[in-house]
């Protein structure tokens, strides 16, 4: 018995070693129950894509923009964006917030469905962290759209993803605080 002390101890070691967790704050930026649904992962929590099942690479090279659900959703108008705040790393964002996806007019009734219908103002751009940068976390965000709201980007946020002024453009439309957030971390998949 006292021989399998050590054994469950180094067991113990090399797991928690090998498992990257979530910090406290990267944690609680989720909340209000909004699901994106890849072909083989279906994330309604913070977590970090583990690179087991090659799920890092086909995130970044292979599927397509997911399937947004959101059970709450009501019969009004919602704004989905997705971004890297950590671009080109969390050390350094530079170029941060990177809009991978902004959609507007989001049909309430759709995204119950699992869909999106709505007018993309930035097409759906997969994440691709750049190689030995480290975590990025990317963050989908779904708001209520103000009634007569004309959501749309300025001429000079058209010309560039990078270095997006995120809480401008939300402060703009009146957008307030995201109703559902879920974000997932992840690195390139070649590291």
């Known amino acids: 018995m006292a021989g399998l002390a050590p054994f469950v101890v180094l067991c113990v070691f090399i797991l928690g ?3 990257q967790t979530l910090n406290t704050q990267d944690a609680s930026f989720c909340h209000g ?3 994106v649904i890849y072909p083989e992962l279906d994330i309604d ?3 970090i894509i583990p690179k087991d099942r090659n799920l890092r690479e086909k995130v970044s090279t292979v599927w397509k923009a997911p399937q947004i659900y959101f059970s709450r959703a009501q019969q009004k108008k919602y704004v989905l964006a997705m ?3 950590d671009a080109p790393s969390r050390t350094k964002p530079t170029s941060a917030h990177w809009r991978h996806w902004l959609v507007v007019n989001i049909q309430g009734k759709a995204l119950k469905n699992g869909r999106i219908q709505g007018t993309t103002l930035t097409d759906y751009l997969p994440p691709t962290p750049p190689h ?4 990025h976390r990317y963050q989908f965000m779904l708001f209520e759209q103000p009634a007569d709201a004309q959501v749309s980007l300025t001429k000079q946020e058209k010309s560039s993803r990078g270095k997006w002024d995120f809480q401008a453009f939300v402060k703009r439309f ?5 109703v559902a957030a879920v974000q997932f971390l992840t690195q390139n998949y070649k590291d």
């Open 33 to 35: 129950g909004l699901e």
């Open 45 to 47: 929590k913070c977590l």
């Open 17 to 19: 070693a090998t498992q």
């Open 83 to 85: 971004v890297d705040p």
């Open 132 to 135: 030995n940068t480290g975590l």
């Open 174 to 178: 009146d957008l307030g605080e995201p």
